[in-house]
Every structure is written in structure tokens, then in C-alpha cells.
């Protein structure tokens, strides 16, 4: 039975980073939900505002505040909150507890810990004790010894036998500072990383069970010692490789029933040892030669695998779990999906689930892209299929890398043979290449350490586009085709036909997708759920119900650099937007983390990849009215135009803004055009078919200017350069230029303010959502740009004229719903930079600090509503300041330069929300992990026009206590300014002291560095970047930053902030 | 590609391609939730005279190993799935399900939309069927499914029991019974780790059983009706006697046949349950058990009975365990033996080594 509490708080897990992405929104709001719905009062804290936990509809007091154990403890005190449940944020939240709980704060604040307790906590995480644990009942985890230093780790390898070892560092996220030493110089390099890393400065060493198989299950517990396993799941991978990295099945498939049930009474024999009550994960790898096994791993908590395994399965295990921590027993909670039954039982599920992770190599073209025990992927897909084929070709769609299917891959045989003993993202593609090349499954299972039974399901794969390439394309054939999971896209490559060919000739077939239920019970019992995926079979269990209007809209796909939750979010607003209207709203997405991939949030949810051939498919067996496009990042505007011309006589329209004009805004010739047409200034710009062409461009345009490929959207592969040398380098090594790929050049502003501009439009009138005025120049990313909301420098006039230019634009492109412009502002001037017609980055942000729903709002406007009848128009500012602040994942991912430039590196971000400018700066620094320092030393490097403007900043720290520290020229300056300084050398000096010397030595607390505006010089930092990255210290780039940060570390040596909850605020 | 079909008393027929052995069978078509655990189900006992649909549509993947059948072959008369694996995970020798059919004389069928059949059955009742490769026998088939008795109508523990009363020696202490109605050899392990066995064919008199010395009798599972007359006369009857004299333990159609044995009646489940992932209920606890049966006690019938339900299925709240209110007599309708399924419930075994050395409950 449930014990009384008055107030609960649930704690998220902050901005997504690499191994903490979407899916602690997804456990937070279904925990939130879950407790609400008992009568509990809730708390919510977390500082991402882009999350529907974060809505006012999830809990019932909200908190955007940094993720800081002072920050949560004021929240407590302020609340008046008993219990926190612990286990829904990540890590993240799982050692803000343990930190509360050593310190005795949660005792003084009589609050207790609900679910996963403090000493499951550290019986997971310190290695010692949680050997000691295994020991205890028996269950075998790999030789190992915590050390502290690397002459320890030393010592712990001769105990242990043989190199290669493994390196754990303890207390930190998705592995971050791990790896695998074969020798004992490796061993000291990771170990010294790996200490620094971790929260407690201790790592461990480990007998490696490389080659492994590894297996993962998820294990739930209530107070009655009830316990339940809800998934299985195989990596495809070996051990050696992060199960966050790898590929992954569920359920098992390669286990005899015997092993299955041994690995499955040890990890019930874990849980009730961790006493957890809720969800936990537990990881072993699996010696295939003589069926031993390890204990690996053990989340105390639910995690990235729980969201996937509840996405797998259908069982909401935060939902149950968050029931269970506050007292009930499975078998008093109802199993939501049948109706019938209740949460006590074993999911049995009837197909196959594939996991793929999403890489981000693709952004970053530097970054070794081999997988280890180090999480690189920002974010992952899910695909199920009847087949494992048809699931695996679905995922590879799914990833959205510009894959049809098991693509071909140019390698020669050497690169394939080095590619599946050392694996990277390109792997799974190699072995379908060293398949067609009719290597032997068995030759391919032995350097992969596959299991041969996953590559002769490649193998089925690849013999099928044999069979297709000798046609003649049969029903039969095609249908086989269609049961492998083979797309129309891919058959039509095979075959050169066109894709729509293919699909004519298909349909004339009668051969159609039917749609099957995911319902946690193998179809035993009779279920409701509205959870759907596409196979090819006898029958289909969605059936038409004619009646309601019926929506659908396109997810965001996986989360990757560019398009993260804030898509994910504005997806589920409009479901929930639909049905405030009454209409059935449809989902289409294939990303297990997020909210809207939950069962209960749309009225359908299909779990399909997001490509025209899956859309159509779902808009005609479910009779769709309209779809909507604009809430999927580029994943559904890609989709816009081919989905209208295919949609062209049928009753399904695409919503809002209609395709041609979103092609405007997409096109660089018509969008430029029509500025021209509107009087709005642009950057000068033109676009250049060979190197001679975007040369002379440059020089009639004047250098610096900002150069990227036509091809590719987003910022990818987007520099400034500074001159034609570097022009030169920049065409022979980022992008190829050819008459079929043109090169655009734009004038690059220098020392221009950006502005991005969040609008909802009906046609007819325009609404300015907000106006975010970015702290660092134009020329970073937007995605990367700390901003601020309203603008704090910006003049009256200029914000008319960024009004006035706004609505010019969103009328003239006929918006119906979102559109995000950004602006440069220089010497008083307003140029346009770009227009996006869909769901914005910022939407959330927005929507969170001023109160007003964008997306929902836009939604409704679709439906025929409009901005008058929401009381809309015009820009109102905000009496407080909301800043967002990125995080980037510089840490995990070594050979990515820390510096903003036009390409988008952040993986995430916060919001710091205050009535004071510099309380909301502390906040948003904070919460995206920026240690502030409130005492210590700065180091200041300025180019020569910034002299002047970072004076003041250095005066101001100075009189905070700061030392400074400068180079000769800054120094001088300053020093004949009335500031005290220490003069250093420069880093090229080779000489002492200098800058790195001291911030090893931890004299450094705070970097100011401006880069000279030239490329050459941004590079020159590089190793001083990447050490501070490597420190935790925080560097600025910009003077205003500088300025901003000095503000935030006011109040960070103070402390002298407040909390107050996002329903304290007055909204518009 | 060669066709087969598997057909239905209702007369619809799924298309698929034969595996395994060449034949045609006939049977009652019933479904496993279990998603590994082929092989155990396939060579369980109590599938004899069904048809086998496995829900999850990958089977065979890890391929065929002795050590996991739980009889001498397969009982099952025929295998319907989505898809069977033809290059099946070398960790366990790599032996193939086609083979193990084809070996078994039993036949396969693959390529069926088995959700599709689960769905049919679950919402129409367990049907008999039949697998063949002659599309052109099909509709006399339906004709011959409807008029044919279910299987369950004959005695089909007679096919299964043992031939003669065979005496193991495991080195323990005690020596029990095993009243083999078609017991799988799981039961037998668990009881080796804690006993002598003296195993029984299925019709032995209790007189017979109690001359030899044993302590504690183990009435197994089995196919079929457990109120079938010539049960009713041989194990049921049996049972009855010894009641009163050995400690008992009913495992699944054993525990059935304590309840008939005590004067409780049994009817057949719509479809029941097959799975390894039922929820029983137990002392306020909740345990994951492995099922196979079609039949079960009805626990109203037990009114007035000296048997109380301690045990019921937390999804439909069927009878999942009995026990005498005096008697040192107890049961439970799932597998504590597991093979295929959780162990989470092999304690069971220890309670009937306690029970057996303390006389009572």
C-alpha cells in the first residue's frame, strides 16, 4: 500500500549530453504523471527547459534551476518537500542525492530518499563494495581493484594477471574517461585521465573480458521482495564496446532458455541485494566458449536501457517504478496496456527489436570515430520488426545518415578486415561489404566476435539484393523482400527503377504493410493499446475508425547534433494541442528516449522510420486528414515537398505552412529574392560552381566570409575564412566543389549582435514569441549561442525594426504556425541571416519563460484557428530574464576544438530564469556545468580591439579578490589601466610560467580569451582549450561573455540567489 | 518454393512452407508465450497430441543440445512458426531445428502470421487443426477437423508413462515416488538433488507403490484431461489411496488429479495457459512461473472439500496450487521445475523434502 508523503519531489537530469539524452524526460514526466495521479503533490526540478517534465501540466510545482545539490536543497527547504524520489533523473540526480545524503543535508531537511536508496547508490558505484556485494551472494564479477593513483593501478595488473585491462573511473557518465590499456604506458595515460574524471578520484582496474558476449536485463522490484524481469536484450557487440555504442537486440535471441534463466535469477539475486525498490538494470558478459558469466554492471536506477526496454515491451517501468517507491506492490498496480491484468507479470513480446546508436561523426569530421567503453553517440533509434532483418534494415533508415538500407561502402578488403576487428560507426555496412564479397560468416564472426547466427542474418540480407539485382521482380520476390524489411527506396536502387515506380507496382500486387501491436503479452490477452509497428503479414490490427478528425505528426527522429529534445517537445505539445481540439492525434517516430514515443501520450503512436515510403504507408491505413511537418526538425521538412507532391488529389493535406513556401524559405536563390523584394537587407553572398568562382566571390564580397556547401543543411561543414589561402585549404580538404555541388559564400559580419526571433503567424497576423539576443557575436552557431530573453543591450528602435522585419517576412512566406528568424544587428543595421518555417530550437525556451504555448498555439492555427482568438499579436516583453546556456560534449569527445564557430557542437541545453540579469546568467552557467569560480586566479588574453572593452571586466574581478594573470600585451595594457596584474608567457614561449603551467597547477580558475580575427590564431589556443576542457575550467571567448560570467560569479561567491518555481513568475 | 498449410476446424488456413519432417499431422492448435524454451516444449509430454505455435517468431536461433530435452523425443505433433532458423548460434554444437524435426518424424510449418493464429485462437478457443501439404485435401480436412474428438478425448497418459517401474539410486538418504503421468525429466533432476526415485507408471495401485519404501509420492504432469474415465481409474484412483498414507505433490495434471482425487472437478481452459511468464500469487507474494496446461481445477467445486486454494493466477485468478487443510498434501498447476521458465519457484521441491521428512504441512 502507498505511504503517506506530503510532497514529492522528482529531480531530472539536466541538459542532454552524451549518455544522459531525452530519456529522463520521458521516466521524470511518466513518474510525475504516475504520482499525481496517486493524489501526491509534486516537485519538479531540473534546468532543461526544452522537457514536457518541465511543463506545468506534469507537476504541480515546477523549477528551472541548476542541478546543484545547494540549488535542490533550497527547493526542499522552500517546498516543504518529505521524499525525493531519486532514481528518475540519470546519474545526474543520482549523486545529487548521494551528495544531499553525505552531508547530511536530507537528515537536517527531514526529507527521505524514495526508490533507489543511498546505499544502493553507493553499492553500485563503489566498485570495492559492490564486488564485496556479488561476493556476498555468490555471483561472479570480474577480478578488480580500486585505485587511487596509477602506481596503484600498476600493482592491481600484476594481481590480476595479463593486460589488456579495462579502466573504470568511478562516479561518471557513460563512461566518460574509461578505456582499455594493453600496456603499461596506456594504462598510466587513461588512468591519469580516468582519476581526474571521476567524482571521487578513484578508478578501477579490471580483468578484461573483451569478446564477450554481452547481455543486459531489467529487473524490477517492489517492498515485498516481488520481483520481475521486464527485458532482455543482447548486445550485438562484444564486450569492449559500450553497450551504449553498440548494437542491440531484445530480446535475447542466441541464449538457450538454461542460460537465459541463470542470467535472470542473478540479476533478481542483485536487486534484492541493492534492496531496491523500483528499477535497476544489471550487465554481464557471457563467455560463449564455456558459458561463464560476469557481473558487469548495475544501474540502481531507471536509465537509457529501461526507456529502451519500456519502448520494447510496452511495460512503462518509470511509471510502475515510481509507484512502487512510494509503497505499492506490483500486483496492486494495474498493467495499463491490457487493462485486464497488472504489473506483476513478465512482458512475452512477439518480434524483434533493434537499438542503433546515432553518431555524431558526421558533424565532427575530427573525432576518432572508433567505438569503445567511452560513449560517443549522441542519441539512438529503435526498430521492430517481425524479422530481424526487417528490424535491422528498418533501424539503419531510421538513423537518418542518408542510409536506404545495409548501404554498399567503398573499402578495400584490408579496410574491411581493419573495420571489423576495430570497429566504428561504419561497421554493420563493412560486414554486409565483406559479405558481398563472399567472405565467410565464419571468418566475419571471428574478427567481429559476433555471433556467426547475426552475420548470416546479413548474410539473408545481402542474398536478397542478389536475388532482386537477377529479377525478375515477382510478387513472390518482392514479398520476400518486403519480409526482410527491404524499402521501396532500396528496391528501386537495386533494380533502377524510380521509388514510386516501385511502390505503383507494389500496391498492384496487393502487397501492403499490415500493422501489429506492441502489448507486452504476446497477444495473450485482448489489448488496447494504441502502440503500433509496420511488418508485412496475413493481418493488420488497426482498423479505420471513421469519425474524428485525424492528425499526423512527424517526430524528430534520433537525437543528434542539431536536432535534440526541443523537436521532441514540440511534437508532443501538438498531440496534446490536437486533443484539446477534439482531434485524433497520430504519431510517427522511431526514438525510444522521448516523451513522445510513449504509448499514452498520442492516440496512435507507429514506431516506423520517418521516410516518405513509412509516412504514406500510416497516412493510408489509418485515413489521415493532415499531417504536420513542422514539429520534426529537418526531418520533417525534408519530407514537406515529396509528401505533398505524392499527397497531390488525396484528401491528406500537409498543415500550416504550405511546402512551396517552406521551399522559399529553404532555397537560398528564391528566400534571397524575396528579401530583395521586401527591402531587407542581407550579408552580401553568391554561390560558386568551382574554386575560381567562390574565389572571386570572396575578394568582390571582402574577407571574412562565411563558407559552406549547398548540399548539407545546419551548419555542417560551415567556416569562416579569412583569407584565399584559407579559403584554398578549405575547398581542397572540408567539401568537394562541382557544378553539382556549389559552394555558398556570405559576407561575414564581424562583431555583429545576433538575434533569433521565435514567431507563430496565421496568415494574417503575427505573434513574436520572443526576441533572444545572443551574448557572443554573430558566427556561432545559434544552437550554440548563449542568448538572452528579452534583448539587454538592443535599443527600442532596433527591437521595432526586428519586430517590423518579422512580420514582413513571416506574412510574406504565408506562414501558418512556427518561424524562427535570425538577424544580425552591426552599426544599427538589421540584416537577415536566415528563416526557418518550422519548430525552432528555441520554442521551448520561449514557451517556458514567457508563458505563452508556441507550439500548441501553432498547432491550433493549423486547425483553422486564429491568433485573435487567443488574444495574440505584436511583442510584449517579459518583467524577467530567462538565459539559455549550451552544454558541449568537448570531454567525451576528444579532437572537437572548443571554440564557437558557425557550426553547431552543443548537445544540449539550460535556462537560468530570474528577475535579476545576473542571477539568471549564474543559473543558466551553472546548470550547463560551468564551474564558476568565487575566488582564485584568471587568465586574460585579449586580441587588440577588445583591449579597451575588457578593462572593466578585469577591474571588476580584480576587486573581487581575483588575481590576473596576462600575457605581455594584455598585461601592459591593463597594468597602465590601474589593474594588477602577473605578467606570463606565452604558450610558444616554451617558457615559465605560462598559462598551462598554471592552470595544471591550479592557479587558473577562469580563461578570458578573444581570438585575433583570424583563423590562424583561433587554432593557436587549441591545446590551452582543450586543457581547460580537460580541467573543467571555464574559458570565454567573447569579451561579453566575459562580461556575463563576471555577473554570474558575483552572485556564485555570494550564493546570494534565490529559487523560486516557474509558477511564481508573472507570465504574459 | 514448396507450400504447406496449416488449417483450422473453422476452415481457415494459413499458408506457410513445410520444415522439418515431410508429413501431415493433426492435433489441437495451441500457443507458447515462452520466447526460448523450444526444444524443453517440444519434448514435454503434455504437448502430446497438440500442434505447437510458438508466439515469438524467431525460433531455433540457438539451435538443438541434448541436454535440454525433457523426454526421450518430441511430443508435439507438429511446430507452426513465423520463421525457423536455419543457421542457428554455434555456442550450444549448432545442431538445427529442422534437423531435430526431420530425426523426430514431426513436421514444421513456417512463414505463418502467428499473431495473426494467436489472436484466433485466444479469442475463439483452443481448435484443432492440421498440417498438411496437399492443398487439395484442404476443405475434406475441415470436414474431418470438425467431426474429429479432440485429442484430449482419448488417454493420451498411456502413451507417455513409463513401461515398468524403474528404480534410481542418486545416493540420498529418502526415496520418493514419481507417479509418471509424462513427467518431464526436469522433475526428475530437481528430485535427484534430494532424493532416491522410485519412478511409477501412471496406473500403478497405490498398494504397489506403498510396498516399496517410500516416503512421499510426486504425481507429475501429462497431456490431456485429467477427468478422463481411465484416468479417473488408474492415477486418480491411485492418488485417492494414498492420500491418506504418503505425503503428496501435484505438479501441474498431478495437481489436477489431487483435486479430482479429493472429490474437486476440472474443465478445459478457452485456451490456456503456455508460457513461461504467468504470475501466481502465493502467501501475498507474487512468483513468475513456467505453465503448460489446458485444463484446471475449479476451485467452487472444492466447496466443502478439505483442499483450500493457496494458490491462484494473478491474471485471471484460476487455480495455480492446493493444499490439504490435514493431509501433508500440496500442488501447484505451474512448473517449479522450470525447463522451460523461471526457477523462482524450485523452493517447492524443498518443501516436499521438508513435508516428507516432517509428515505434515
Redesign the interface.
Known amino acids: 500500500m502507498k505511504k503517506n508523503y506530503k510532497k514529492l519531489m522528482i529531480i531530472g537530469s539536466g541538459p542532454i549530453i552524451i549518455g544522459q539524452a531525452a530519456e529522463f524526460d520521458f521516466s521524470g514526466t511518466q513518474a510525475c504523471r504516475s504520482l499525481k495521479e496517486e493524489g501526491y503533490s509534486t516537485v519538479l526540478v531540473n534546468s532543461n527547459p526544452a522537457t514536457i517534465q518541465t511543463d506545468l501540466e506534469t507537476a504541480d510545482r515546477v523549477y528551472i534551476e541548476p542541478l546543484q545539490a545547494s540549488a535542490v536543497a533550497k527547493i526542499i527547504e522552500k517546498e516543504g518537500v518529505d521524499g525525493v524520489l531519486s532514481g528518475m533523473g540519470g546519474q545526474t540526480a543520482l549523486n545529487i542525492c548521494s551528495e544531499l545524503a553525505d552531508s547530511g543535508e536530507l537528515k537536517r531537511l527531514g526529507v527521505s530518499l524514495i526508490g533507489t536508496q543511498p546505499e544502493a547508490i553507493a553499492m553500485s558505484e563503489d566498485r570495492e563494495l559492490f564486488k564485496e556485494t556479488m561476493k556476498r551472494i555468490g555471483e561472479p564479477v570480474p577480478l578488480s581493484r580500486s585505485v587511487t593513483s596509477v602506481r596503484e593501478a600498476v600493482e592491481a595488473v600484476k594481481e590480476i594477471g595479463k593486460y589488456p585491462v579495462l579502466v573504470r573511473p568511478a562516479y561518471t557518465l557513460g563512461g566518460t574517461g574509461g578505456g582499455i590499456a594493453h600496456s603499461e604506458q596506456e594504462l598510466a595515460e587513461i588512468c591519469a585521465r580516468g582519476l581526474a574524471y571521476s567524482r571521487i578520484h578513484q578508478v578501477l582496474i579490471e580483468e578484461s573480458v573483451l569478446g564477450w558476449k554481452e547481455y543486459e536485463y531489467e529487473v524490477m522490484r517492489d517492498s515485498?521482495?516481488?520481483?520481475?524481469?521486464i527485458c532482455s536484450m543482447e548486445n550485438l557487440d562484444a564486450m569492449g564496446i559500450h553497450t551504449g555504442e553498440s548494437i542491440v537486440c531484445a530480446?535475447?535471441?542466441?541464449?538457450?532458455?538454461?542460460d537465459?534463466?541463470r542470467l535472470?535469477?542473478a540479476s533478481?539475486k542483485v536487486i534484492k541485494a541493492l534492496n531496491i525498490e523500483g528499477g535497476c538494470n544489471v550487465q554481464f558478459a557471457f563467455n560463449?566458449e564455456n558459458g561463464d558469466y560476469r557481473l558487469i554492471e548495475v544501474n540502481p536506477r531507471v536509465s537509457r536501457s529501461s526507456a529502451l526496454a519500456s519502448k520494447a515491451t510496452g511495460y512503462p517501468i518509470a511509471r510502475v517504478a515510481a509507484k512502487v517507491a512510494v509503497g505499492y506492490?506490483?500486483?496492486e498496480i494495474p498493467n495499463e496496456i491490457t487493462g485486464?491484468?497488472?504489473a506483476?507479470?513478465?512482458?512475452?513480446?512477439?518480434?524483434?527489436v533493434v537499438k542503433i546508436p546515432r553518431w555524431p561523426f558526421d558533424k565532427f569530421r575530427t573525432v576518432d570515430r572508433h567505438l569503445g567503453t567511452q560513449m560517443k553517440s549522441t542519441g539512438e533509434i529503435m526498430a521492430i520488426g517481425?524479422?530481424?532483418e526487417e528490424a535491422l534494415l528498418k533501424g539503419l533508415r531510421s538513423l537518418e545518415i542518408g542510409a536506404k538500407g545495409l548501404d554498399s561502402i567503398h573499402m578495400t578488403d584490408a579496410e574491411i578486415t581493419e573495420e571489423l576487428t576495430d570497429a566504428t560507426d561504419r561497421r554493420i555496412f563493412a560486414i554486409g561489404e565483406a559479405l558481398r564479397r563472399d567472405w565467410k560468416?565464419e571468418r566475419i564472426a571471428d574478427l567481429t566476435k559476433w555471433?556467426?547466427?547475426f552475420v548470416?542474418k546479413l548474410r539473408n540480407i545481402v542474398g536478397m539484393e542478389k536475388k532482386i539485382k537477377e529479377g525478375p521482380l515477382t510478387a513472390?520476390l518482392l514479398k520476400n523482400a518486403k519480409y526482410l524489411g527491404f524499402s521501396d527506396e532500396k528496391i528501386a536502387e537495386i533494380t533502377c527503377r524510380s521509388e514510386s515506380d516501385i511502390r505503383k507496382s507494389r500496391l498492384s500486387m496487393g502487397i501492403v504493410p499490415?500493422y501489429?501491436m506492441v502489448d507486452t503479452?504476446?497477444?495473450?490477452?485482448?489489448a488496447e493499446t494504441p502502440y503500433f509497428y509496420s511488418s508485412y503479414?496475413?493481418?493488420s490490427?488497426v482498423k479505420k475508425d471513421h469519425g474524428k478528425k485525424k492528425v499526423l505528426i512527424i517526430g524528430g527522429g534520433p537525437i543528434r547534433i542539431g536536432q535534440g529534445i526541443e523537436f521532441d517537445y514540440c511534437c508532443v505539445h501538438g498531440v496534446m494541442a490536437l486533443q484539446e481540439e477534439g482531434v485524433s492525434a497520430v504519431i510517427i517516430n522511431n526514438n525510444p528516449e522521448t516523451v513522445s514515443t510513449d504509448y499514452d501520450i498520442s492516440d496512435r503512436l507507429y514506431f516506423d522510420p520517418i521516410t516518405p515510403e513509412d509516412v504514406l504507408n500510416v497516412i493510408e491505413a489509418e485515413d489521415i486528414d493532415g499531417v504536420i511537418v513542422q514539429y520534426g526538425g529537418q526531418t520533417g521538412v525534408n519530407l514537406a515537398l515529396d509528401l505533398e507532391k505524392a499527397l497531390a488529389g488525396k484528401k491528406t493535406a500537409v498543415l500550416g505552412t504550405s511546402p512551396d513556401k517552406m521551399d522559399v524559405a529553404e532555397d537560398r536563390r528564391r528566400f534571397s529574392k524575396l528579401m530583395d523584394d521586401l527591402g531587407i537587407r542581407q550579408p552580401k553572398s553568391g554561390t560558386g560552381y568551382s574554386f575560381e568562382e567562390v574565389k572571386d566571390i570572396a575578394e568582390s564580397i571582402g574577407y571574412p566570409v562565411l563558407v559552406r556547401p549547398s548540399y548539407v543543411l545546419g551548419g555542417r561543414a560551415m567556416e569562416i575564412v579569412y583569407s584565399t589561402e584559407e579559403l584554398k585549404t578549405y575547398v581542397e580538404t572540408a567539401v568537394k566543389v562541382s557544378r553539382n555541388h556549389p559552394i555558398l559564400v556570405d559576407k561575414y559580419l564581424t562583431e555583429a549582435i545576433e538575434i533569433d526571433v521565435d514567431a507563430v503567424s496565421d496568415g494574417k497576423d503575427v505573434y513574436i514569441g520572443g526576441i533572444m539576443e545572443h551574448i557572443e557575436y554573430a558566427g556561432c552557431h545559434s544552437g550554440d549561442a548563449t542568448m538572452v530573453l528579452p534583448p539587454f543591450t538592443l535599443s527600442k528602435d532596433i527591437i521595432d525594426g526586428v519586430v517590423r522585419t518579422s512580420e514582413k517576412v513571416a506574412l510574406a512566406l504565408e506562414i501558418k504556425g512556427l518561424l524562427n528568424i535570425q538577424l544580425a544587428v552591426k552599426d544599427n543595421e538589421i540584416y537577415m541571416i536566415e528563416a526557418n518555417p518550422r519548430a525552432s530550437r528555441t520554442v521551448p525556451f520561449i514557451s517556458k519563460a514567457t508563458g505563452i504555448p508556441l507550439a500548441k498555439i501553432s498547432t491550433k492555427i493549423m486547425l483553422g484557428k486564429t491568433l485573435n482568438d487567443f488574444g495574440l499579436s505584436g511583442y510584449r516583453a517579459i518583467d524577467h530574464y530567462a538565459v539559455k546556456a549550451s552544454v558541449f560534449p568537448f570531454l567525451k569527445l576528444p579532437g572537437v576544438d572548443s571554440i564557437l564557430t558557425p557550426e553547431m557542437k552543443s548537445t544540449g541545453e539550460v535556462m537560468g530564469i530570474d528577475k535579476d540579469f545576473d542571477v539568471a546568467c549564474y543559473k543558466a552557467l551553472t546548470a550547463a556545468g560551468n564551474r564558476l569560480p568565487a575566488e582564485g586566479g584568471v587568465y586574460i588574453t585579449v586580441n587588440n580591439s577588445d583591449k579597451e572593452r575588457v578593462l572593466p571586466v578585469a577591474k571588476e574581478l580584480a576587486e573581487m579578490g581575483f588575481r590576473i594573470y596576462a600575457t605581455k600585451g594584455t598585461s601592459t595594457y591593463l597594468r597602465e589601466n590601474g589593474v594588477e596584474t602577473t605578467t606570463v608567457f606565452k604558450i610558444d614561449d616554451n617558457m615559465k610560467p605560462n598559462a598551462i603551467g598554471l592552470m595544471r597547477e591550479g592557479r587558473i580558475n577562469l580563461i578570458i580569451n578573444t581570438p585575433s580575427q583570424k583563423s590562424g590564431a583561433v587554432r593557436d589556443g587549441h591545446k590551452m582549450r582543450r586543457l581547460a576542457v580537460e580541467l573543467e575550467i571555464p574559458f570565454l571567448t567573447t569579451v561579453q561573455g566575459a562580461d556575463a560570467a563576471v555577473g554570474a560569479m558575483r552572485v556564485a561567491r555570494d550564493q546570494s540567489f534565490s529559487v523560486m518555481s516557474m509558477n511564481e513568475f508573472r507570465m504574459l | 518454393?514448396a507450400e504447406s498449410y496449416l488449417v483450422l476446424e473453422d476452415g481457415s488456413v494459413?499458408e506457410g512452407e513445410p520444415f522439418g519432417y515431410r508429413t501431415s499431422a493433426v492435433g489441437e492448435v495451441v500457443?507458447s508465450?515462452?520466447?526460448?524454451?523450444y526444444q524443453?516444449s517440444l519434448t514435454d509430454p503434455s504437448f502430446r497430441g497438440q500442434i505447437l505455435v510458438t508466439?515469438?517468431?524467431?525460433i531455433g536461433?540457438?539451435g538443438i543440445?541434448d541436454?535440454?530435452c525433457q523426454s526421450g523425443h518430441i511430443h508435439a505433433r507438429g511446430l507452426a512458426v513465423?520463421?525457423y532458423?536455419k543457421?542457428?548460434?554455434?555456442?550450444?554444437g549448432g545442431r538445427t531445428l529442422d534437423d531435430f524435426l526431420r530425426c523426430n518424424k514431426v513436421p514444421g510449418i513456417s512463414g505463418?502470421?502467428?499473431?495473426?493464429l494467436?489472436?484466433k485462437i485466444?479469442t475463439m478457443g483452443t481448435l484443432k487443426g492440421a498440417i498438411t501439404e496437399d492443398k487439395d485435401r484442404i476443405d475434406s480436412l475441415v470436414k474431418e477437423l470438425k467431426r474429429m474428438p479432440a485429442p484430449s478425448e482419448s488417454n493420451l497418459v498411456a502413451e507417455v508413462t513409463c513401461d515398468r517401474i524403474q528404480e534410481y539410486d542418486f545416493g540420498k538418504d529418502t526415496r520418493v515416488g514419481l507417479l509418471d503421468c509424462g513427467g518431464k525429466s526436469g522433475i526428475l533432476r530437481d528430485l535427484s538433488q534430494r532424493f532416491n526415485v522410485t519412478v511409477f507408471p501412471y496406473d500403478t495401485p497405490a498398494d504397489v507403490i506403498t510396498e516399496s519404501k517410500i516416503r512421499g509420492v510426486l504425481i507429475s504432469n501429462g497431456p490431456g484431461d485429467p477427468s478422463h474415465p481411465a484416468i479417473l481409474k488408474t492415477a486418480a484412483k491411485t492418488a485417492a489411496d494414498l492420500s491418506s498414507r504418503v505425503p503428496l505433490f501435484g505438479i501441474c495434471f498431478g495437481s489436477q488429479i489431487v483435486g479430482i482425487a479429493m472429490g474437486g472437478k476440472t474443465y478445459k481452459l478457452k485456451f490456456g495457459h503456455r508460457?513461461?511468464?504467468?504470475?501466481v500469487?502465493y502467501d501475498?507474494?507474487?512468483y513468475?512461473t513456467s505453465q503448460n496446461h489446458g485444463f484446471a481445477v475449479d476451485g467452487d467445486s472444492l466447496d466443502g472439500n478439505d483442499l483450500i486454494v493457496d494458490q491462484t493466477n494473478?491474471?485471471d485468478g484460476t487455480v495455480e496450487g492446493l493444499r490439504h487443510k490435514n493431509l501433508p498434501i500440496f500442488t501447484s498447476q505451474y512448473h517449479p521445475e522450470?525447463?522451460?521458465?523461471?526457477?523462482?519457484t524450485s523452493f517447492l521441491f524443498d518443501r516436499f523434502a521438508k513435508v516428507v521428512k516432517e509428515g505434515h504441512l
Open positions: 515485498k521482495d516481488n520481483c520481475i524481469i530480446p535475447c535471441l542466441t541464449l538457450s532458455d538454461k537465459h534463466q535472470r535469477t533478481l560463449p506492490t506490483l500486483d485486464t491484468t497488472c506483476a507479470f513478465e512482458p512475452a513480446i512477439d518480434y524483434v517481425r524479422t530481424f560468416p555471433d556467426v547466427f548470416n513472390d499490415v501489429k503479452c504476446a497477444a495473450e490477452f485482448d503479414g496475413r493481418s490490427e | 518454393m494459413f500457443f508465450t515462452g520466447m526460448s524454451g524443453e508466439t515469438y517468431p524467431l536461433n540457438y543440445n541436454s535440454f513465423r520463421e532458423c543457421e542457428p548460434s554455434p555456442m550450444y505463418i502470421d502467428t499473431r495473426d494467436v489472436i485466444r508460457g513461461t511468464n504467468q504470475p500469487k501475498g507474494k507474487v513468475i494473478v491474471n522450470a525447463s522451460p521458465g523461471p526457477t523462482d
